[in-house]
């Protein structure tokens, strides 16, 4: 019985008595604690006619960007000349073996090696030549592709 009450507490086990058709034994008194001068005064309770105070409004938790891109903010579409285009490169190689692979330096320097399939920005690559490369190039939707053909310069 002593753990029962130990684990409903007073209120609990006067509502579980009462519903067994029991009295319930009042629990002991606690011995009422020393107020202190450090402990913060308790505000009032308000009365059954006062207005309770408004809750905080729930705090919006802010995005620290540290130099990247803000992922909550919507993205801006730029059409045009925005990315790697095909007509700004150029051929600077082919490489002949098992499969031909073709060399492409893009504007910045980076190079590229590239079979039939590929893409690289805004076109595919349909085939290699001796001398050039031949590109599908879609400047925009619903416009037909566009054949861009790319020689290997001559020194």
Excluded: H
């Amino acid at each position: 019985m002593q753990a029962l009450r130990a684990l409903l507490g007073a209120t609990g086990l006067a509502l579980l008595v009462g519903a067994c058709g029991g009295s319930p034994t009042p629990p002991p008194a606690a011995p009422p604690k020393p107020p202190t001068a450090a402990a913060p005064a308790k505000p009032a309770a308000p009365g059954p006619g006062a207005a309770a105070p408004a809750p905080a409004p729930p705090q919006v938790p802010t995005y620290e960007a540290k130099g990247r891109r803000d992922p909550f903010e919507t993205l801006e579409v730029r059409e045009g000349a925005g990315g790697l285009t095909v007509a700004s490169t150029k051929l600077t190689g082919i490489v002949r073996g098992r499969t031909t692979l073709a060399l492409i330096e893009a504007p910045d320097g980076i190079g590229y090696i590239l079979k039939p399939g590929d893409t690289l920005g805004d076109g595919r690559l349909l085939e290699i030549g001796s001398d050039s490369v031949v590109f599908a190039v879609t400047p925009k939707p619903g416009v037909p592709t566009n054949r861009v053909v790319l020689k290997l310069a001559t020194n």
